[in-house]
């Protein structure tokens, strides 16, 4: 076993599934510690009546099918920081002021900082500038992770642990030729591109339109089966999901790739240049290769 350790910092129960299901699956593979931050209860998400049978909240819901999730992707352990779901942009439940788009960043980045100096992880991922597609949360916890990944190195900024810093932080990608792809799709299929999900509030024009450059891609097409399954588990979001993604057999063969902007080190060009997060990290045993 290798003593990699990745840190994926994010929003609600279910982003690390059916964002970066196949990614958890590929490192825990090669013997790679994954652990993830859950910054929100889910508890604004949309469910109907007949998932609640047995769950007293929509939030004891969404954190149960995150437990069964973990389980099938092997995750080390999972922090949840247990902020309110601020819904989208603008919805009355993002002004509550115990929503994670209410909090404090520097809170927010203070409770990152304790759990990279906790883990001691070498590679770090969080969510793009734009939140993938913009909601609130995925905003916050972003910026909060990428002022916790400068802040844990820092000896003056105290939380009665020893500073550490990560050597790697990256935002998760968004294929652009994916993405057209599927704006083509839905198209054809007389779908508004800027209207999609159960809500209608999701808009992937403005997600091709705020995409970064990649620089890391990686092959997760062994890893597709655990991904669906970890994705399974939060079948109660499921609606909304399958409403804007391409179906597994048209991702299996188009998509196997997974790519990543490089944030630190920062990358010379704007061009893909890596296949493995934790190339150029200091192991004291390499993990396998991919």
């Not at 999730?69 to 309110?84: P, R």
């Not at 003056?156 to 810093?165: F, L, M, V």
């Not at 998760?172 to 800027?194: H, K, N, V």
Request: net charge positive.
């Amino acid at each position: 076993m290798s003593n990699g350790r990745l840190l994926i910092s994010y929003a609600h129960p279910d982003d690390e599934s059916f964002g970066l299901g196949g990614l958890i699956a590929a490192y825990v593979a090669r013997g790679v510690d994954v652990y993830l931050i859950c910054a929100t209860n889910g508890d604004a998400g949309t469910v109907t009546p007949e998932f609640l049978n047995g769950y007293k909240s929509v939030a004891e819901l969404r954190l149960a099918e995150l437990e069964r999730a973990s389980e099938i992707l092997k995750l080390k352990h999972v922090y949840k920081l247990g902020y309110k779901d601020s819904g989208m942009m603008g919805s009355e439940t993002s002004h509550d002021p115990h929503s994670l788009w209410q909090a404090s960043q520097d809170e927010v980045a203070r409770r990152v900082v304790e759990v990279i100096r906790e883990v001691k992880p070498q590679v770090v991922i969080t969510f793009n500038k734009y939140g993938g597609y913009g909601h609130p949360d995925h905003i916050a916890i972003q910026r909060a992770t990428t002022q916790a990944f400068t802040a844990a190195s820092d000896p003056t900024y105290d939380t009665g642990q020893p500073p550490y810093q990560p050597q790697k932080l990256y935002y998760s990608g968004i294929s652009t030729w994916q993405i057209r792809f599927g704006i083509a799709l839905m198209r054809l299929r007389g779908q508004d591109p800027r209207r999609v999900g159960i809500n209608k509030d999701i808009d992937i024009q403005a997600i091709l339109e705020h995409a970064e450059p990649t620089h890391a891609t990686i092959n997760v097409g062994r890893y597709f089966d655990i991904w669906e399954r970890a994705s399974a588990c939060h079948s109660s979001q499921l609606g909304g999901a399958r409403s804007f993604r391409l179906p597994l057999s048209l991702r299996r063969w188009l998509a196997p790739m997974q790519g990543f902007t490089r944030i630190y080190p920062a990358p010379a060009r704007s061009r893909i240049d890596e296949r493995d997060l934790f190339a150029g990290v200091k192991l004291d045993k390499p993990i396998p290769a991919l």
